[in-house]
């Protein structure tokens, strides 16, 4: 565990073990539960304030919906079981009185609450985040509606990707940072080849949701060229109704996420790993930008400016900017066993060397609220 050291803090107004009320649905492990690890890791007292368990039920380590009940109230934001988390929140923010309160994903929580938790919690700094795009031309506004009129109530906004600082100062923002994503040391790493059982092996894989944005076209192509493809993620049952009757990527059905060891074995199974940008979220990156060298395969993604000033191209990742690009710097790949080994190799060793975990963003997380506070004491 980390502590920060007495001079860290001296100059703020936080303790040198800082109590933390995360708060967000808490469904998947890679984001609240990865941030509350770290920053108990860090020296902070973390209480997690999520509420996945109330709307949701698993099945095969996927969260289904308890009930329709559950999942109108959930879209809508209203109705008895989000106005029971919402009183249940305040509840928590007194008995805690935490020093930091850091708002992850948390669309369910009304401006009303958050501007009493601000009452009650005078003292504290207040930090909003999402890793998804909630100023987006294709996000719902009904489903960012509290999120985004909540953001006049806290001190530091904290975005995702570079074009949402913009968009936060727009909404009378004054501290916005990003935060951006990572990988998971414990989680994401190389596996040795005679660990992974023989179905996630390949030359390709695609590990990611589905999107109407060419993806399919490109995967279809890898299998046509004669590459053997697996194809992990969740959404997909949305591409059936495009796929042609005679689309190679019908025989990759049903296809679902690949959680745990299957996703390390999914990466770590395939010569190449894809890595496709959301374009609903209007990404320049992803997690997985930093996943797939974390676990030393060679990553072909999608070209932005911003992955090339990360990593060097044609020497820590590989990008292509259409299918034509891609089909060649894959065969490349796929054929020239010492070239993409190199390239995962220096993938990895980037990764680490230049902070791309989730403690080095925690870490400069916890420094950027330390400054704010002490600018505020």
Same mark, same amino acid.
């Given at each position: 565990?980390?502590?920060?050291?007495?001079?860290?803090?001296?100059?703020?107004?936080?303790?040198?073990?800082?109590?933390?009320?995360?708060?967000?649905?808490?469904?998947?492990?890679?984001?609240?539960?990865?941030?509350?690890?770290?920053?108990?890791?860090?020296?902070?007292?973390?209480?997690?304030?999520?509420?996945?368990?109330?709307?949701?039920?698993?099945?095969?380590?996927?969260?289904?919906?308890?009930?329709?009940?559950?999942?109108?109230?959930?879209?809508? =934001?209203? @109705?008895?079981?989000?106005?029971?988390?919402?009183?249940?929140?305040?509840?928590?923010?007194?008995?805690?009185?935490?020093?930091?309160?850091?708002?992850?994903?948390?669309?369910?929580?009304?401006? /009303?609450?958050?501007?009493?938790?601000?009452?009650?919690?005078?003292?504290?700094?207040?930090?909003?985040?999402?890793?998804?795009?909630?100023?987006?031309?294709?996000?719902?506004?009904?489903?960012?509606?509290? $999120?985004?009129?909540?953001? /006049?109530?806290?001190?530091?906004?904290?975005?995702?990707?570079?074009?949402?600082?913009?968009?936060?100062?727009?909404? @009378?923002?004054?501290?916005?940072?990003?935060?951006?994503?990572?990988?998971?040391?414990?989680?994401?790493?190389?596996?040795?080849?005679?660990?992974?059982?023989?179905?996630?092996?390949?030359?390709?894989?695609?590990?990611?949701?589905?999107?109407?944005? @060419? =993806?399919?076209?490109?995967?279809?192509?890898?299998?046509?060229?004669?590459?053997?493809?697996?194809?992990?993620?969740?959404?997909?049952?949305?591409?059936?109704?495009?796929?042609?009757?005679?689309?190679?990527?019908?025989?990759?059905?049903?296809?679902?996420?690949?959680?745990?060891?299957?996703?390390?074995?999914?990466?770590?199974?395939?010569?190449?790993?894809?890595?496709?940008?959301?374009?609903?979220?209007?990404?320049?990156?992803?997690?997985?930008?930093?996943?797939?060298?974390?676990?030393?395969?060679?990553?072909?993604?999608?070209?932005?400016? $911003?992955?090339?000033?990360?990593?060097?191209?044609?020497?820590?990742?590989?990008?292509? /900017?259409?299918?034509?690009?891609?089909?060649?710097?894959?065969?490349?790949?796929?054929?020239?066993? /010492?070239? =993409?080994?190199?390239?995962?190799?220096?993938?990895?060793?980037?990764?680490?060397?230049?902070?791309?975990?989730?403690?080095?963003?925690?870490?400069?997380?916890?420094?950027?609220?330390?400054?704010?506070?002490?600018?505020?004491?």
């Amino acid at each position: 565990m980390m502590v920060f050291k007495n001079d860290d803090l001296a100059s703020t107004a936080l303790p040198k073990s800082p109590k933390i009320l995360l708060v967000g649905d808490f469904a998947w492990p890679w984001y609240q539960e990865a941030c509350a690890l770290s920053l108990e890791h860090h020296g902070c007292i973390v209480t997690r304030f999520g509420w996945v368990s109330d709307f949701n039920r698993w099945v095969s380590a996927i969260p289904v919906y308890r009930s329709i009940f559950h999942r109108i109230q959930f879209r809508l =934001r209203s @109705g008895p079981v989000v106005w029971g988390i919402n009183r249940r929140l305040i509840k928590a923010a007194v008995e805690q009185n935490p020093d930091i309160v850091w708002f992850y994903n948390a669309t369910l929580i009304s401006p /009303k609450v958050v501007r009493e938790m601000r009452v009650l919690l005078p003292n504290a700094v207040f930090c909003q985040y999402s890793n998804d795009n909630p100023f987006s031309k294709t996000a719902g506004y009904g489903f960012w509606s509290h $999120y985004l009129k909540s953001s /006049k109530y806290f001190d530091l906004h904290f975005a995702f990707r570079h074009r949402n600082l913009a968009d936060y100062q727009r909404l @009378g923002a004054s501290h916005v940072h990003l935060f951006q994503a990572y990988f998971i040391r414990e989680d994401e790493y190389p596996v040795p080849a005679d660990q992974i059982p023989a179905k996630f092996k390949c030359d390709v894989v695609f590990a990611g949701h589905y999107e109407n944005d @060419g =993806r399919v076209n490109m995967l279809e192509a890898i299998c046509e060229a004669g590459y053997t493809l697996n194809l992990f993620g969740g959404g997909w049952d949305s591409a059936l109704k495009q796929l042609r009757p005679d689309s190679p990527l019908r025989d990759k059905y049903p296809v679902m996420p690949a959680m745990k060891e299957d996703y390390r074995y999914a990466i770590c199974g395939a010569k190449v790993a894809l890595c496709f940008l959301s374009a609903a979220n209007e990404d320049n990156y992803t997690r997985r930008s930093f996943q797939i060298p974390a676990m030393k395969t060679a990553m072909l993604s999608q070209h932005t400016d $911003y992955l090339e000033a990360i990593y060097q191209p044609d020497i820590e990742a590989v990008f292509f /900017k259409n299918k034509t690009e891609m089909l060649e710097k894959l065969r490349i790949l796929v054929e020239n066993d /010492k070239k =993409r080994q190199e390239i995962a190799d220096a993938g990895y060793q980037k990764v680490y060397s230049a902070g791309h975990d989730v403690n080095s963003r925690i870490k400069v997380f916890l420094n950027q609220v330390i400054e704010y506070s002490s600018t505020k004491k």
